[in-house]
């Protein structure tokens, strides 16, 4: 099916399914402890053994030489199959980093062995037994360091958030040294690691030439190719089966290390292999969001609206690598006929930088939203004001080319009520409630909407029962429910009448899970195939398709009545299409906006921060399961709050390395940390998005929270910090004198 037309009124605007606040249709398998994900599928091949993964104890340079004798000598030892063993792996197409073989070595934990055992301990002893020699090189491993050296990139994220490597709009330099409110701030933001719960992990089976993995991720056609890829087979050689995912925030877009040695070691040693990675190597063998220094001028006139606005932002990768889009946003979310925007990109000999939830918008919008607040201060404006002041309902880079759906405004309208932002104290430090330093922050929050191509099968048994099948992934955001839910509509079945398959490559290709994008895409691809299903349902029964309507298990047209599974038969019908998207998205800028609203306290003698209460008003189209949706945002609104106070991982700018790669170290926030919050949909509905009308909302509710943070803490202190995690360190020595 192709979309190249807006929508009109179709069968999911019934909304008798979609759109109702279902219960997770997976949840009894995951509070029972019954879900399979992937570490725990001891069904699916017999005489699993071990694997376990070393990592390279450098950052950069070689391995001169690696004695295995006493690690293949050690009890339960199967196989050690070391990166010297084999000349370097093809990288993946979605891969910056190499994988595994040969000796150089990018960077710290980059895998240099596997070893297989009988039991996951005698693996892991082996491994430490194993003695490498290396040869160090220097390494670049400080990004303000190698600023100086940094190039002018352009990089596309490929979920909706990239730039040029720079471009202009009008004569920024003069309009910024003619407005008579200006500012110019440097703000930067921390390497910070996806810290998923389940780790990177993967069994592997071979069968002659034909490999099984049953894995953890979030793109399983992307993995699929790749995996065959890198292990230099063909595509069609390769099953991927992810039915669970246990977390990913991009980290599982891509082909890591425990598939492809699983694989490995599984041919090796001529067993299924099952391995994960520990805790440690997630943070530096795996991927991360890079660290930003980001400049913001900004320029306006005395009545607010701005005249002139430049956002630069420097990052680091590997060779080949791309920037951080931190600049995406800014090109769109504000009116400004002066506008800057440029990227640099630094090489550094760090761990891979890449996607994690909401890669560009969330780090852009924590510097961006902070100067936004920092002008309206100059101006002596409310920062609610000031945003709606200078919106806009067209590309402010391409005039005439207008939103789909642009309800910002409302968003911080009615967040701002809602919120009792009438409260605040406009004086910074103008609230104590005993040793509590009380303030409010607000930020826009702002995500381009991304459509991908995505298939799915539908088949219909005699029994009236549907079973759609997609490789689509479920990684805790609901895709069993919500498919579920547009089938059930879709072929006027109830909810318990369909049967929800995900995660297999056998299965048609979907759009998977990532940017924002999954939701939406996967349910169209179920529309897709559904109308094709009743259009052969129609043509079984005999009656027009265009006429018949699909209710309560029955199909109705005129005065023909006909239960839904006799067009099935004994055999059952089968039908499978795809969604795909012609220019409407070139047409018209698709976006989804927010307002977020924070209150923290801040302790007065410590410095001690605490959020108190949080809100997010969300704009992006139709919503098809609220409670789920809600569930996204909220655990976004989480990953924002430790954005803004906890998360960073610690760089030894000597060796080259993430200091602090496991969850002792690596501070994230738990439930004492996270208070009341709150989440209000507006009623949209956006018809050039797709026939669901819907957009994605999951990374959403990251984009700006950081900001909101940051912003309250000023209202609360009269501290601004500008650079991330704001720690109680950074606040200490500037608060306030206590009386």
């Known amino acids: 099916m192709k979309f190249d037309t807006p929508a009109t009124t179709n069968p999911i605007d019934q909304l008798k399914v979609v759109g109702k606040p ?141 730039a040029a490597h720079e471009e202009r709009i009008g004569d920024f330099e003069a309009a910024f040294a003619q407005a008579p409110v200006t500012l110019d701030a440097t703000y930067t933001t921390p390497d910070e690691s996806h810290a998923m719960m389940e780790p990177h992990a993967t069994i592997a089976a071979w069968e002659g030439d034909r490999l099984t993995v049953w894995t953890s991720n979030q793109m399983v056609a992307w993995g699929r190719r790749d995996l065959a890829k890198t292990l230099g087979i063909p595509a069609e050689k390769v099953r991927l089966d992810s039915p669970f995912v246990g977390g990913g925030f991009g980290g599982k877009l891509f082909l890591r290390a425990d598939a492809v040695l699983a694989a490995l070691g599984a041919r090796t040693a001529g067993r299924p292999v099952k391995l994960a990675l520990a805790r440690p190597l997630m943070a530096n063998n795996t991927t991360h969001r890079p660290a930003t220094i980001q400049r913001i001028r900004i320029g306006a006139g005395r009545d607010g609206r701005i005249t002139a606005i430049a956002h630069e932002s420097l990052s680091g990768d590997l060779p080949d690598g791309q920037p951080e889009t931190a600049v995406s946003q800014t090109k769109l979310l504000y009116a400004g006929a002066n506008r800057l925007t440029a990227m640099r990109l630094a090489v550094l000999d760090l761990p891979e930088g890449n996607a994690m939830r909401a890669p560009g918008e969330a780090p852009g919008l924590m510097t961006l939203e902070v100067a936004m607040d920092e002008m309206a201060e100059r101006l002596e404006m409310d920062p609610v004001e000031f945003r709606i002041l200078n919106d806009t309902q067209e590309d402010p880079e391409h005039p005439g080319r207008r939103f789909s759906q642009r309800q910002l405004v409302r968003c911080l309208r009615e967040g701002a009520e809602r919120f009792g932002w009438n409260r605040r104290a406009a004086k910074p430090g103008g609230h104590r409630e005993g040793r509590w330093l009380v303030g409010m922050g607000v930020a826009a929050g702002f995500r381009n909407n991304l459509v991908m191509a995505s298939g799915a099968r539908v088949r219909l048994d005699g029994g009236g029962g549907v079973t759609v099948e997609t490789d689509m992934t479920d990684i805790g955001t609901g895709s069993y429910t919500i498919i579920a839910q547009t089938a059930a509509e879709m072929m006027g079945v109830p909810l318990e009448k369909v049967a929800v398959r995900l995660g297999d490559s056998s299965f048609p290709v979907s759009a998977g899970s990532g940017g924002q994008w999954g939701g939406n895409s996967s349910t169209a691809g179920v529309y897709a195939a559904c109308m094709k299903l009743r259009e052969a349902v129609a043509q079984r029964l005999g009656v027009n398709s265009a006429e018949a309507s699909f209710v309560d298990g029955e199909v109705r047209a005129g005065n023909r009545v006909a239960p839904l599974g006799q067009a099935a038969g004994v055999d059952g019908l089968v039908a499978e299409d795809r969604i795909e998207y012609g220019d409407l998205a070139k047409r018209y800028q698709q976006s989804t906006f927010a307002g977020h609203f924070v209150e923290v306290g801040v302790d007065a003698a410590t410095g001690e921060t605490r959020v108190r209460r949080m809100l997010a008003v969300c704009a992006a189209g139709r919503i098809l399961n609220p409670k789920s949706a809600r569930s996204q945002v909220i655990g976004a609104m989480t990953m924002g709050v430790g954005a803004a106070l906890m998360e960073e991982l610690a760089v030894d700018k000597r060796h080259g390395f993430f200091v602090n790669h496991d969850l002792a170290g690596y501070e994230v926030p738990v439930h004492a940390d996270i208070p009341h919050q709150d989440v209000v949909f507006l009623d949209e509905v956006d018809p050039i998005s797709s026939p669901m009308k819907a957009k994605g909302v999951g990374e959403l509710g990251i984009c700006g929270v950081g900001a909101a943070v940051a912003n309250a803490i000023h209202n609360a202190t009269g501290v601004r910090v500008r650079d991330y995690p704001i720690t109680l360190d950074k606040l200490l020595d500037r608060l306030p004198e206590v009386a």
């Open 22 to 162: 279902v219960d997770r249709i997976d949840g009894p398998l995951k509070t029972t402890g019954m879900a399979p994900y992937a570490y725990e599928r001891h069904d699916v091949a017999p005489d699993q053994a071990y694997g376990h993964v070393l990592g390279a104890g450098i950052g950069k340079g070689r391995i001169a030489a690696m004695d295995t004798a006493v690690a293949k000598a050690a009890p339960g030892v199967l196989a050690v199959l070391t990166t010297l063993d084999m000349p370097r792996l093809e990288k993946g197409q979605m891969n910056t980093a190499f994988l595994f073989g040969g000796a150089d070595i990018q960077h710290y934990h980059q895998a240099i062995a596997v070893v297989v055992a009988e039991t996951f301990e005698q693996a892991r002893d082996a491994a430490a037994m194993i003695q490498v020699r290396y040869v160090r090189e220097p390494g670049r491993f400080d990004l303000a360091a190698e600023a100086p050296n940094a190039k002018l990139t352009s990089a596309d994220s490929g979920e909706g958030s990239g």
